[in-house]
Nanobody
């Protein structure tokens, strides 16, 4: 199995930046694509960014508009999400996802709170 652990969440002010990290462990050689999602209470989980096994960013949420960068380091089993110019509406729990063969793996999530 694959385990995912997110870090880097916290409280920032609107307009500031934050970098989230996801560390994979376990059967990491089975991991294909990875992604970051976010969810706020009462709303559906939405895709933030997706990256291929080879480290190519593949898809971003419409709201990103060039502000976020996703990077992957397979030697360290990490995928990072750099978020710039955050808005209050982006307060959410951000979760890491990995496709590991036929399994859909999730981390516990990390809270990001953006204040005005």
């Amino acid at each position: 199995q694959v385990q995912l652990a997110e870090s880097g969440g916290g409280l920032v002010q609107a307009g500031e930046s934050l970098k989230l990290s996801c560390l994979a462990s376990g059967k990491t050689w089975t991991i294909g694509g990875m992604a970051w999602y976010r969810q706020t209470p009462g709303k559906e989980r939405e895709l933030v960014a997706r990256i291929t096994r080879g480290g190519v960013p593949r898809e971003f949420g419409d709201f990103v508009k060039g502000r976020f960068t996703i990077r992957r380091d397979n030697t360290k089993n990490t995928v990072d999400l750099q978020m710039n110019n955050l808005t209050r509406e982006e307060t959410a729990v951000y979760s890491c996802n990995a496709q590991a063969q036929e399994l859909d793996c999730w981390g516990q999530g990390t809270q990001v709170t953006v204040s005005t």
